[in-house]
């Protein structure tokens, strides 16, 4: 027993772990080593507004308006308002951004930012944020850290979470409880056969949190970052839109820069713009898209950016002056486990931040930078709500919408005819991963949509013990399940979301959130009403 758990080690994890340490015992599990998260990965960089020139109100705009339509106003204004406070606290314990001439932080620009307010540290952002947090976090001694632990069910008694069941690095399972619990596991690109997460990130939270009874929320908006490393063999490594702020630019297979006439601004269009830009390039021109940076000083490219240009070197590329063949990949997804501001969720005694969260912060499309933020900033919040008497988040009215639930269950059309056959046998992580790229990736519609969760649908049946591997799986296809059955139903597209069948936005009928638990689907109207005490 504990007074407080928290699941993960990334930025949310390790800010909630710090600041609940005063409180009470507090033991952190992580599913690999602790450096093994999104927030490692994380190269672009920390957005907050403390700049000459920059304001909360700016960059509540900008956000809002990356999101399309559905961000939850109280929630960007928590996020750019304490943003800046907790990106001051990480100076204050030794963060090492990148500096100006005058000593200050040096700010950059990333797409669908107004001004420049991205803090980096080189290309490796999040590890510094995480070298720093760990750093902190050692020192406590109330604070535990179980590596190699993974989580395989909630604990749930009398509709409160009061702890969970592991499996530790020898196959043995344990429970442990605690007075609150905290899911900061990450995200879920897993789910994709073309992704930049590292191998963790296969949904577990979001799973765990939907198997126990939780509500979750907006899965059907999956960022996809236009340019990952597309060379054949090598992983699909991360090349940061930082390059591109830094005045990187596309071009196609014929070395034609591309991207205005696909967007006004350009290279620095909104991500998924540039995702989709790219694709309809490749298959107008029947060649791949490449990212130059030849046109700008070599010594400065290779010092801006060391990271991504040792990692190119090793597949024989130079950044400075080889054009690097990139291609879109999964990358960040937007819902989660719905939370209110201060990380409750609907089941009394379960917290969630960061990545795995949905917050409403994000909408239908995450603004650049807002990620590592977000998880600094609503980590911080529920530890301070995981120290208060347990109550479930007050969330947002829902309406019931059943939109032909069941014909989708038994793999039919709207006619009721079975356009395909459905195999009851399980499918293989790899199956999933590549069925969900062809059918609910950058490019979606209705006949593939039903297809995915009819074949989802049939596999969810198949039972099976608790095991590392087995886990992982089960993750996978729920949450692989839970986004395509979020995709069909919004018949619209928004932000991140694109139906080539339904290819424009439709304020009439979908400015509203799908919310899924378990037996039930919602649509949401009623926007969530900000809490004002914790």
Same mark, same amino acid.
């Not at 599990?29 to 999104?38: G, Q």
């Not at 897993?190 to 765990?208: C, H, K, M, W």
């Not at 603004?367 to 980590?379: P, Y």
């Given at each position: ?10 930025? %949310? =994890?390790?800010?909630? +772990?710090? $600041?609940?340490? &005063? #409180?009470?015992? !507090?033991?952190?599990?992580?599913? /690999?080593?602790? *450096? ?64 100006? %001439? =005058?000593?200050?932080? +040096?700010? $950059?620009?990333? &797409? #669908?930012?107004? !001004?420049?307010?991205?803090?980096? /540290?080189?290309? *490796? ?75 963790? #990130? ?333």
């Amino acid at each position: 027993m504990v007074d407080f758990l928290v699941v993960g080690g990334g930025v %949310a =994890g390790l800010r909630a +772990a710090i $600041g609940l340490a &005063a #409180a009470g015992r !507090v033991l952190i599990l992580t599913k /690999a080593e602790p *450096a093994e998260s999104n927030t490692g990965y994380a190269q672009g960089g920390i957005a907050a507004a403390i700049g000459d020139g920059d304001t909360a109100a700016l960059h509540a705009g900008d956000t809002i308006r990356a999101g399309d339509g559905l961000c939850d106003e109280a929630a960007v204004r928590v996020l750019v308002e304490q943003g800046p406070v907790y990106v001051r606290e990480l100076l204050a314990w030794g963060a090492r951004f990148d500096r100006d %001439a =005058g000593g200050n932080p +040096a700010l $950059g620009r990333e &797409a #669908a930012h107004s !001004v420049r307010r991205v803090l980096h /540290a080189g290309d *490796a952002t999040g590890r510094e944020i995480g070298r720093v947090l760990w750093q902190r976090v050692r020192a406590l001694p109330s604070v535990a850290t179980f590596d190699h632990a993974l989580v395989t069910a909630l604990v749930v008694e009398h509709d409160r979470v009061t702890g969970v069941r592991y499996i530790d690095a020898a196959g043995a399972s344990h429970d442990v409880r605690a007075a609150a619990t905290l899911l900061a596991t990450g995200g879920a690109g897993q789910v994709f056969r073309e992704t930049t997460n590292p191998v963790v #990130a296969t949904g577990d939270g979001i799973s765990l949190a939907y198997d126990a009874g939780a509500r979750v929320a907006d899965l059907e908006f999956i960022q996809f970052h236009p340019t990952a490393l597309d060379v054949p063999g090598a992983p699909r490594f991360l090349i940061s839109e930082a390059l591109r702020g830094e005045g990187a630019r596309l071009i196609n297979c014929v070395d034609e820069v591309f991207m205005p006439g696909y967007h006004p601004a350009g290279d620095l269009a909104p991500r998924d713009i540039v995702a989709r830009g790219i694709a309809r390039e490749v298959e107008r021109t029947g060649g791949p898209v490449r990212l130059t940076l030849a046109h700008l000083d070599p010594d400065y490219v290779r010092q801006r950016f060391p990271t991504i240009a040792a990692t190119l070197r090793q597949v024989g590329l130079d950044l400075a002056r080889d054009p690097i063949p990139v291609g879109p990949a999964a990358h960040y997804i937007m819902g989660g486990v719905e939370t209110d501001d201060w990380g409750r969720t609907s089941l009394e005694g379960l917290f969630a931040a960061g990545e795995v969260a949905c917050t409403g912060v994000h909408g239908a499309n995450r603004l650049a930078s807002n990620s590592l933020l977000e998880g600094l900033v609503f980590g911080a919040r529920a530890a301070t709500a995981m120290q208060e008497p347990p109550r479930a988040a007050s969330l947002r009215q829902d309406r019931v919408m059943a939109a032909g639930l069941g014909l989708m269950a038994h793999g039919t059309n709207e006619s009721g005819h079975r356009p395909y056959a459905i195999s009851h046998e399980p499918l293989t992580m790899a199956e999933i991963r590549d069925l969900m790229w062809r059918r609910a990736g950058l490019f979606r519609d209705r006949a593939g949509l039903v297809e995915a969760v009819a074949k989802l649908n049939a596999a969810s049946a198949v039972g099976e013990p608790d095991t590392p591997g087995r886990r992982s799986h089960r993750s996978l296809r729920t949450v692989a399940r839970l986004i395509a059955r979020a995709a069909l139903r919004r018949e619209e597209s928004r932000g991140a979301h694109f139906r080539e069948d339904c290819p424009a936005r439709d304020d009439a009928h979908w400015n509203m959130h799908v919310v899924d638990t378990r037996g039930a689907t919602y649509t949401q109207r009623t926007p969530r009403t900000p809490s004002k005490s914790r």
